[in-house]
């Protein structure tokens, strides 16, 4: 019964040097950092980008998120104010894709969504986000690890604003490729008028 008794508390002694296999505590809600002992973030620009399907927050309307970059096994995904300096978790989030799950953030259920497993995600793992009524601007911030000991912080979406849907770049676009877009549309409007009698 004693090398039971040693046995259990070894192992509950030993279980933070593993990190959070089944996703990350509501203690990391705030300032998003793993309670992974002895392990900081990595200091270099973050391999991933926080890709939205649209830049425009409309009531009633989800939006999906997407972590491009290479595979990672954790992640921890909020959306916050983009008008204050609050960390509340805003929105929720909708049906959590496979290997990840809801965790409850600011007494919100489905506040954020964390891993469930270590199982690899990639660039098909697609997130949905139902807005709030309340918010005029948002955006999405990531925690991601690629393993236990290597993950990076405050990973962010561009902003997101309320307004009527119009012909956007979806939030972590290249802003250059909306100009290009413009112009490809430009052009065979021109040569179509140049065609036109006079």
């Not at 004693?2 to 002694?13: H, Q, T, W, Y």
Request: hydrophobic letters at 35%; glycine letters at 10%.
């Amino acid at each position: 019964m004693e090398l039971l008794m040693f046995g259990l508390v070894l192992l509950k002694g030993l279980s933070p040097c593993f990190g959070f296999p089944n996703g990350a505590p509501t203690s990391a809600c705030d300032d998003m950092v793993p309670r992974h002992t002895g392990v900081q973030p990595q200091p270099t620009p973050a391999p991933y980008t926080i890709l939205t399907s649209t830049r425009t927050l409309q009531t009633g309307q989800p939006i999906t998120v997407t972590i491009t970059g290479t595979n990672y096994k954790g992640v921890l995904l909020e959306a916050r104010s983009a008008a204050s300096t609050s960390t509340n978790a805003l929105g929720s989030w909708q049906l959590p894709p496979p290997d990840t799950k809801f965790l409850q953030c600011s007494g919100n259920k489905q506040g954020a969504i964390t891993h469930a497993n270590t199982n690899s995600k990639d660039n098909t793992t697609v997130f949905t986000w139902m807005p709030p009524n309340n918010t005029n601007t948002i955006y999405f911030m990531a925690t991601v690890a690629q393993q236990r000991t290597v993950y990076w912080l405050n990973i962010r979406s561009g902003i997101l604003t309320k307004g009527s849907e119009g012909i956007g770049l979806a939030t972590g676009g290249n802003p250059g490729m909306a100009s290009k877009g413009f112009l490809l549309l430009l052009a065979p409007c021109m040569l179509v008028s140049q065609m036109l009698p006079r």
